[in-house]
């Protein structure tokens, strides 16, 4: 006879940093990022015609999903240069949780002399030391989390503005829906979805596909399995994935055989992309491939975005129990910035 089932709260003994008291406390944090957000001054900032956001990892995920919410232009910029073509009709947004970020640094500082349209998010460091001395509004949030869960400070401070804006709709829905899954989705809710989903990809390696809006989540779901579960995980956009990662699933089952299709599924999804999720799950089923789908909560677009991606944190953590990690560090990330120097 086996041993018995672990309970939840006997896995929660490996979250030392309390990773799950901050996924809880996601609704929250969004409502303090609105606030936050409520205090930039409009009249720096606008008559901008598109968004230039710079973030890396963790900090630079609001900017992906900025391009899924906003309807005007949004360009991300994860590297150490800033486009040639950035001049005063671009709005040009640092994002750095830490402050110290060198690549956004450095293109943050080729955008000063670009354009007056320039705004930083941060806790604080050399970003926000660099706006402070030049005059520049930055939005100050808090200190002690990691990068990759302080995403409602991040993220929401700017719907906030760009709500004032009139460029995001009503965000009472969706808070409403972060809120109903925070409750849902808590440890002390056994059988829970994000817990049926981790004891589902225990072991497997997850291949998770998004179309559109909710591409930016399926590329969270991959980094927070990478860096909360520590597990490998890869992630895909349909319909581009129909024209060269299908023919992959040739030889999954002998090269991959953990892999295993999560779809992103959104009540906004184009019709023909609908027909290829319907088509695509019939070439898994074939070829021995196991899929699953996970569906966004609530009637709006932005509810179903981040009902997803939060379901997604949670999910990540639940595999971190059973994989028996704990989810907060990510030492191979200190390791490589200890070797870079910075």
């Avoid at 001049?87 to 110290?100: K, Q, T, W």
């Avoid at 809120?179 to 998770?208: C, F, H, S």
Wanted: with cysteine; net charge neutral.
């Amino acid at each position: 006879m086996g041993q018995p089932q672990k309970t939840w709260t006997e896995l929660a003994a490996v979250d030392r940093a309390g990773t799950a008291q901050v996924l809880a406390g996601f609704p929250t944090q969004c409502r303090q990022g609105l606030a936050l957000g409520e205090r930039v001054p409009l009249e720096r900032l606008s008559g901008f015609t598109r968004v230039v956001c710079l973030g890396m990892g963790g900090s630079g995920i609001a900017d992906a999903l900025l391009r899924s919410i906003l309807p005007i232009e949004v360009v991300p910029v994860r590297d150490y240069a800033l486009p040639p073509w950035v001049g005063a009709e671009s709005l040009v947004i640092a994002l750095s949780y830490s402050g110290d970020t060198e690549e956004t640094l450095a293109a943050f500082h080729q955008a000063q002399g670009r354009t007056p349209r320039l705004l930083a998010v941060t806790s604080g460091g050399e970003l926000g030391r660099l706006c402070t001395k030049a005059g520049i509004p930055w939005i100050e949030i808090p200190t002690g989390y990691q990068p990759r869960a302080a995403l409602g400070y991040l993220l929401f401070p700017l719907l906030g503005l760009f709500r004032r804006l009139e460029l995001v709709p009503d965000l009472g829905e969706t808070l409403a829906v972060l809120d109903d899954l925070a409750a849902e989705l808590a440890p002390n809710r056994e059988a829970n979805e994000a817990q049926t989903l981790a004891r589902t990809l225990l072991g497997r390696i997850p291949l998770v596909y998004g179309a559109g809006p909710t591409s930016p989540v399926a590329f969270r779901w991959k980094t927070q399995l990478n860096e909360n579960a520590k597990a490998p995980a890869f992630w895909a956009e349909l319909p581009e994935l129909c024209h060269n990662e299908v023919v992959g699933y040739e030889l999954t089952s002998r090269l991959l055989p953990q892999g295993t299709v999560v779809f992103l599924r959104a009540r906004g999804d184009h019709p023909r992309v609908q027909k290829r999720v319907e088509i695509l799950h019939g070439l898994l089923a074939a070829r021995a491939i196991p899929w699953l789908d996970v569906s966004g909560r609530g009637a709006g677009a932005l509810a179903q975005l981040l009902s997803l991606l939060y379901l997604g944190d949670w999910t990540s953590y639940y595999l971190a129990l059973l994989n028996g990690v704990d989810p907060a560090p990510v030492a191979i990330i200190g390791e490589m910035k200890k070797q870079l120097g910075g």
